[in-house]
């Protein structure tokens, strides 16, 4: 959530001098960026883990990795600390930038990997080894993105970028671990890309806990076997490498095409795993779930009627949920898959379940009835062939609305069935959804987090 440029979302409610908020891969903590330096939280419970406070300027983009000690940042605000060109890596344990990166234009994204450094520029997606020395590996041409919209899988073996194609509503996605080299490269200069993903941090200190909580050391590089290579898809040609000898390799990888959207992206995120990919349009009204590999519409979720500016969009650790906050104050839960929680299934042989009570109680409108997977669908959808797309549509079985007049991202937390909301006021909610019941979700916590910047 970059707050560093006025827009039609900003709010007087805003904290001053905060310049960025955003999760880190498993929503464990999260980070700020403001005009006077940078600070990290724990999440739950919401704790300041570290801060660095500049004299000289303040940070835009401040991009964890889980919670080791290594940082993405690009200056910002009205004295940025570094050019906004530049992508700054610094190392927390040595207190100063240890690698910097320069690009001709204005920097809007970064994103991290253990093994990967992702950098976003208006119509480029830059992809560099993450190492001390890093080495681009990709670039990738994009229509307008002056939001700097990317996701980037965080599992260990699974290495799936997505962010906006070249037209109005597609999607672009990249398996980065399928790029191929279309000649040997014989020589063992150091200036030479890798060509395989295998080879990235070699040359890079072991990344190390600095913001560590015990409960989540575990969490930091899930490991998972390896998905297959996504088909139907084109080679693009991304950065070619001169050796000692003369001969030149030129690396290519796999892109598939997924046009998500008639009107322009708005939101895009990707699951753990990268085998899922949600967006949301710039009207707001649907979530879309697709399968990364074949490009199949998974879901089709209805956030509300009205246009709206879609925030943020996070699918929980086990990809079967989603949350989605939006201009209109109101976090939207949704069911990806026909089980419940609990693992019982959808079924009214089953007795009482979640979406019989919530139609029986908040929700209780003849209009509506529960869909497969639990949530919320109306009633003629079986005549979903004959009616308007509306009477197709699932809406969230769980909902709530923070207090707070502003923008703010939400991600699942890491006690099971709670969601951490983090606003533009400097607050941070966690709220309590029933899996079974569903309807209004329960606030458990309200903490300012920003109260004054000069504590």
């Known amino acids: 959530m970059n707050l560093s440029k006025p827009s039609s979302s900003s709010?007087?409610?805003?904290?001053?001098?905060l310049l960025y908020a955003g999760f880190n891969q498993d929503f464990?903590?999260?980070?700020?960026?403001?005009?006077?330096?940078?600070?990290?939280?724990?999440?739950?419970?919401?704790?300041?883990?570290?801060?660095?406070?500049?004299?000289?300027?303040?940070?835009?983009?401040?991009?964890?990795?889980?919670?080791?000690?290594?940082?993405?940042?690009?200056?910002?605000?009205?004295?940025?600390k570094y050019p906004p060109n530049k992508v700054i890596i610094w190392d927390d344990l040595k207190s100063k930038g240890i690698v910097e990166l320069e690009f001709r234009s204005e920097v809007k994204n970064v994103k991290l990997r253990r093994d990967r450094i992702v950098v976003v520029l208006a119509n480029k997606v830059f992809v560099y080894v993450f190492s001390a020395n890093p080495l681009k590996l990709h670039t990738f041409e994009t229509i307008d993105n002056d939001k700097g919209l990317v996701a980037l899988s965080s599992s260990q073996n699974h290495a799936?970028?997505?962010?906006?194609?070249?037209?109005?509503?597609?999607i672009q996605i990249v398996d980065l671990n399928t790029f191929h080299a279309s000649t040997a490269v014989t020589s063992n200069n150091s200036n030479t890309l890798p060509t395989h993903?295998?080879?990235?941090?070699?040359?890079?200190?072991h990344h190390r806990h600095s913001f560590s909580s015990?409960?989540?050391?575990?969490?930091?590089?899930?490991?998972?076997?390896?998905?297959?290579?996504?088909?139907n898809t084109g080679k693009i040609k991304n950065s070619n490498s001169i050796n000692s000898s003369g001969s030149t390799t030129v690396m290519t990888t796999n892109v598939s095409i997924i046009p998500a959207h008639s009107g322009k992206?708005?939101?895009?995120?990707?699951?753990s795993d990268g085998s899922k990919?949600?967006?949301?349009?710039?009207?707001?009204?649907?979530i879309r779930v697709f399968d990364t590999s074949s490009g199949k519409l998974l879901n089709e979720l209805r956030r509300g009627v009205d246009r709206a500016e879609i925030y943020s969009i996070a699918f929980d650790q086990s990809s079967t949920r989603l949350c989605v906050s939006s201009d209109k104050g109101t976090v939207h839960i949704f069911n990806l898959d026909a089980i419940l929680?609990?693992?019982?299934?959808?079924?009214?042989?089953?007795?009482?379940?979640?979406?019989?009570?919530?139609?029986?109680?908040?929700?209780?409108?003849?209009?509506?009835?529960?869909?497969?997977?639990?949530?919320?669908?109306?009633?003629?959808?079986?005549?979903?062939?004959l009616l308007p797309k509306y009477f197709s549509s699932e809406w969230s079985f769980a909902h709530f609305k923070v207090i707070a007049d502003c923008r703010c991202i939400c991600g699942f937390g890491q006690e099971v069935n709670t969601i951490i909301v983090i606003c533009a006021d400097g607050s941070c909610y966690k709220f309590l959804f029933d899996p079974r019941k569903g309807g209004e979700c329960v606030r458990e916590h309200y903490t300012r987090f920003l109260k004054d910047l000069d504590e």
């Open 28 to 80: 464990g903590c999260f980070a700020t960026g403001l005009d006077s330096g940078f600070r990290i939280y724990n999440c739950d419970p919401l704790k300041e883990k570290m801060r660095k406070d500049f004299e000289d300027g303040g940070i835009s983009i401040v991009e964890m990795l889980f919670r080791c000690n290594y940082l993405a940042l690009v200056g910002g605000g009205k004295n940025p």
């Open 277 to 286: 990919c949600a967006s949301a349009s710039e009207k707001g009204t649907l």
């Open 341 to 385: 929680g609990n693992g019982a299934s959808h079924s009214p042989n089953n007795g009482s379940y979640y979406a019989e009570k919530v139609i029986n109680s908040f929700y209780s409108n003849p209009m509506l009835s529960p869909s497969p997977s639990g949530n919320r669908q109306s009633s003629f959808s079986f005549m979903k062939d």
């Open 160 to 170: 799936i970028l997505a962010f906006p194609g070249r037209q109005k509503g597609h």
């Open 11 to 17: 709010s007087a409610a805003d904290a001053p001098g």
């Open 197 to 205: 993903s295998s080879s990235t941090t070699s040359s890079f200190p």
């Open 265 to 271: 992206l708005s939101c895009l995120s990707v699951n």
């Open 214 to 231: 015990s409960s989540h050391n575990d969490h930091q590089f899930p490991n998972m076997d390896r998905r297959p290579s996504m088909s």
